[in-house]
C-alpha cells in the first residue's frame, strides 16, 4: 500500500512539472490574486481539483456508460462551469444572476469570485494529465469497475503530487496580491484579466489548442518519467496492468517470454464470463491433471489473428495427448461486445477450444493482464510456468508446452511440434495499428479538431500517419462518410494492410486492388500485400453505410 501511495506521488509531481500542466497555471495563478479573497482560496481550488480528478478518473467512465451517456459528457460540464466563473469574473452582475438560484442557501453562494472549491471541481474534470504506466492502471482499474482501496490510494497519491506544483502557483498568485502595490491599486482589472483567462482556456480546450502548447514545448521531463517507468519496483506494481489480489500476487514472479519454465503461483480464476462459446463453463480447479494455455484475444486485433493459427495448430496436435486451450475474448472495441460477432470470428478462423466472453474485463483483470494476444501457460498442479505477451516466441511456448505434457504423464507419445508459419513483423519498422475513432485517435496528421465535420487535407504529412478529406461523422468507435469526396490518406511503411469495416457498401483504394465489398458485422479486410516491407501511400473511399474502425499493418 505504501509503495503504490509512493509510486502514485512521484509519478504525480513529475506530471505536475511537465508540459503538460502548463494550459492550466494561469488559471491556478490568477485564481487568488484578488484583493478580499479568503485566505484558505488556494487550498481551495486544489482540493477541489484532487476531488474531481479523482472522482472523474475513477467513477466518470462506469457512471456514464450505466446512464448510457457519452464518454465526455463530464467534461463539457466542466467546460461550462470554467467559463461561467471566468464570465461572472468579467462581468459582476452576470456573478449576481448566478447566485439568485442559491439564495436561499445563506453564506454557500456560488460567488465566481470566492468559490475556489467550484473552481477546482472544474479544472479537475477537464484536467488531462500526461499518460503514462501510473494512470493507465488507474484508468483500467474505473474502466473496469474493479475499484478498491489500492486503487483509490494511488489515484488520491497521484492527484496530490500532480496538484502540489500548481499549489504553489496558486499560493504565489496570493502572494502578489499581498505584496504588490500595483495589484492591490488594480483589483478591477485582475478581477477582468482572471475572468479572460479562464474564458481562454474553456475555449483553447473546446478546440485542443492546449494539445498545440504540449507539443510545441519539449518534454524537458522525459528523463525522469523514463527513470520511473523503468523503476523495477513501479514495473512490479504496474507492468501487469492491475493492482494485485490474493490470486493473481505471484504473477510477477514470472519472467515475460522467459525461455524456460518458472513457477508463478497458482492460476487464477476465470471469471466474470458472459457466455461460453464452444463449451459449458470451464473451471481452473476443474482443470487439474492437464496443462492449459490460456490465451487472450480480441477478434479485430491483427497481432492475435496472426498469433491464433499457432493457438489453433497446438490445441489440434495436443489436445488428445492433455492440453487443454482456453480462449479468453477480451473486447478492445464495443462491437467486440457482441456475442454474435465472436461467434462469427470464432467459426471463421476454425477455432473448436472454448472461449469465454470477458466482456467485463473480469478475467483480464484478475490476470493483470494489458496485452492482446498473451499467453499463460499452466502444469497439471494448475500453477503458472510461463508467460508471453504479444506475438512471436511461438518455438519457445510449444517447447514448453511439449515439457509439461511429458512431466504430467512420462509416458505419453508426443506427436511432431507443429509447423505453422511465423508471420510476426518487425515491429520495429512497419507502422503501428491506427484507430479511426475519437476515444483511440491515433496517427491522425490533420490540423483541424478530430470530430465530425468537413475536413481540408494538409499540404504535408509525415510517415506512419493519416489524414481526412472532406464530411465525416467521427463516433468514439469509427467513422462513416458525411457526403460525396470523403477521403482516407495515409501513409505507412509495412507488408500487408488491413482496414477493419463493417456495414454494407463498397471501399475502394488508390493501391490497384480491386474495390471491396463490405457486407455484415465489423471485420478485417485486406487492402494491400507485397512480398517486402516497404514504404507506401494510398487513398480509400468509403461508400455510404460503411463504417471504418481502423487500419492494421503486418
Not at 496436435?317 to 475474448?329: E, F, P, S, T
Request: proline share 6%; aromatic share 8%; charged share 15%.
Amino acid at each position: 500500500m505504501l509503495t503504490l501511495a509512493l509510486i502514485g506521488l512521484v509519478g504525480g509531481l513529475v506530471t505536475g512539472i511537465s508540459p503538460c500542466i502548463l494550459p492550466v497555471l494561469p488559471v491556478v495563478f490568477f485564481s487568488s490574486v484578488e484583493k478580499g479573497q479568503r485566505k484558505a482560496r488556494p487550498y481551495l481550488v486544489i482540493a477541489g481539483l484532487v476531488v474531481s480528478f479523482t472522482l472523474v478518473t475513477l467513477f466518470g467512465s462506469l457512471l456514464l456508460s450505466v446512464l448510457g451517456l457519452p464518454q465526455d459528457v463530464l467534461r463539457w460540464a466542466g467546460l461550462v462551469v470554467l467559463a461561467l466563473i471566468g464570465i461572472g469574473l468579467i462581468v459582476p452582475r452576470f456573478s449576481h444572476v448566478l447566485e439568485k438560484p442559491f439564495a436561499w442557501l445563506p453564506q454557500r453562494r456560488p460567488d465566481a469570485s470566492r468559490n475556489g472549491f467550484s473552481l477546482g471541481l472544474a479544472l479537475g474534470a477537464v484536467y488531462v494529465p500526461c499518460a503514462g504506466p501510473i494512470l493507465a492502471a488507474i484508468t483500467v482499474a474505473g474502466a473496469t469497475g474493479r475499484i478498491g482501496v489500492d486503487t483509490v490510494v494511488l489515484t488520491v497519491s497521484f492527484a496530490l503530487g500532480a496538484a502540489a506544483p500548481l499549489l504553489v502557483f496558486a499560493l504565489a498568485g496570493r502572494g502578489i496580491t499581498q505584496r504588490v502595490q500595483a495589484f492591490r491599486k488594480r483589483q478591477r482589472g485582475v478581477r477582468v484579466t482572471a475572468g479572460v483567462v479562464m474564458l481562454v482556456l474553456a475555449v483553447g480546450l473546446v478546440f485542443n489548442l492546449p494539445q498545440l502548447l504540449q507539443r510545441a514545448v519539449p518534454d524537458y521531463t522525459a528523463g525522469l518519467q523514463e527513470r520511473i517507468n523503468e523503476n523495477g519496483q513501479v514495473r512490479a506494481a504496474l507492468e501487469l496492468g492491475g493492482l494485485e489480489n490474493e490470486q493473481n500476487k505471484e504473477l510477477d514472479l514470472c519472467t515475460e517470454g522467459a525461455t524456460e519454465l518458472e513457477r508463478c503461483g497458482t492460476a487464477p480464476d476465470i471469471r466474470g464470463v458472459q457466455q461460453w462459446l464452444n463449451s459449458q463453463p470451464v473451471d481452473m480447479k476443474s482443470l487439474r491433471g492437464k496443462v492449459v494455455l490460456i490465451d487472450f484475444w480480441a477478434y479485430s486485433c491483427i497481432n492475435c489473428q496472426r498469433s491464433l493459427p499457432h493457438v489453433i495448430a497446438w490445441d489440434a496436435a495436443y489436445r488428445d495427448v492433455g492440453l487443454r486451450v482456453i480462449g479468453v475474448h477480451a473486447p478492445e472495441y464495443a462491437f467486440e461486445k457482441e456475442t454474435g460477432n465472436v461467434a462469427d470470428a470464432v467459426g471463421r478462423f476454425g477455432i473448436r477450444y472454448p472461449v469465454a466472453l470477458d466482456n467485463s474485463l473480469a478475467t483480464w483483470t484478475n490476470y493483470r493482464n494489458r496485452y492482446w494476444p498473451a499467453h499463460y501457460l499452466v502444469d497439471a498442479s494448475g500453477t503458472v510456468r510461463h508467460i508471453r505477451f504479444g506475438e512471436g516466441g511461438y518455438d519457445t511456448t510449444e517447447r514448453l508446452i511439449r515439457e509439461l505434457l511429458v512431466a504430467a504423464d512420462p509416458s505419453t507419445a508426443l506427436p511432431k511440434p507443429t509447423d505453422t508459419a511465423d508471420d510476426t513483423p518487425d515491429t520495429s519498422v512497419i507502422t503501428r495499428e491506427t484507430y479511426l475513432g475519437g476515444t483511440k485517435e491515433v496517427n491522425f496528421a490533420g490540423t483541424q479538431p478530430y470530430r465530425t465535420g468537413t475536413f481540408v487535407p494538409p499540404d504535408k504529412r509525415p510517415m506512419h500517419s493519416f489524414v481526412l478529406s472532406g464530411p465525416w461523422t467521427v463516433t468514439s468507435q469509427h467513422i462513416t462518410p458525411g457526403g460525396p469526396g470523403a477521403l482516407i490518406s495515409l501513409s505507412y511503411r509495412a507488408k500487408e494492410v488491413r482496414m477493419v469495416l463493417s456495414g454494407t457498401g463498397t471501399v475502394s483504394c488508390t493501391c490497384g486492388e480491386a474495390p471491396i465489398e463490405v457486407s455484415g458485422t465489423p471485420r478485417s479486410y485486406r487492402l494491400v500485400s507485397t512480398q517486402d516491407v516497404r514504404y507506401g501511400a494510398l487513398t480509400v473511399s468509403v461508400g455510404a453505410g460503411v463504417q471504418a474502425y481502423s487500419f492494421t499493418f503486418g
